[in-house]
Nanobody, 117 residues
Framework: QVQLVESGGGLVQAGGSLRLSCKTP???????????WYWYRQAPGKQRELVATITGGRNTNYAEFVKGRFIISRDSARKTVYLQMNSLKPEDTAMYYCNRDFPELPWGQGTQVTVSS
C-alpha cells in the first residue's frame, strides 16, 4: 500500500526552479499534522542525505547546502508536503524522497531531479 507519493521532479537548467510534492493519501489528517516531515535526496553512488525538515508547528530546518534556495512547506488540507527548489545547481541532481519521523513510513518511489549545467 503506497503511503508516500512524490512528484514534481524533472530536467531543469542550472538556475531554474522546481516544486516537489509529497502526497500522503493513506494518512488521516491528524496523523499528518502531528508528524515532522523530511525531504531527503540520494545521488547515484552516494548515501541518502537530509535536505529539509518541517515540524507540526511549521518550524523548518535546512541542510547548509540548500539554505536560502529551498523552502519546505506543508498543506494540512491536502496532506501534502512541498519542497520549492530555486537556484538549482547541477549538484542538486538526485532522487528526492519524503518521509516522516517515528514511525518511518515505507519509502515511496521518489522523484528524479536532474539539473543540467
Amino acid at each position: 500500500q503506497v503511503q508516500l507519493v512524490e512528484s514534481g521532479g524533472g530536467l531543469v537548467q542550472a538556475g531554474g526552479s522546481l516544486r516537489l510534492s509529497c502526497k500522503t493519501p493513506r494518512l488521516i489528517t491528524s496523523t499528518f499534522n502531528s508528524a515532522v516531515w523530511y525531504w531527503y535526496r540520494q545521488a547515484p553512488g552516494k548515501q541518502r542525505e537530509l535536505v529539509a525538515t518541517i515540524t507540526g508547528g511549521r518550524n523548518t530546518n535546512y541542510a547548509e547546502f540548500v539554505k536560502g534556495r529551498f523552502i519546505i512547506s506543508r498543506d494540512s488540507a491536502r496532506k501534502t508536503v512541498y519542497l520549492q527548489m530555486n537556484s538549482l545547481k547541477p549538484e542538486d541532481t538526485a532522487m528526492y524522497y519524503c518521509n516522516r519521523d517515528f514511525p518511518e513510513l515505507p519509502w515511496g518511489q521518489g522523484t528524479q531531479v536532474t539539473v543540467s549545467s
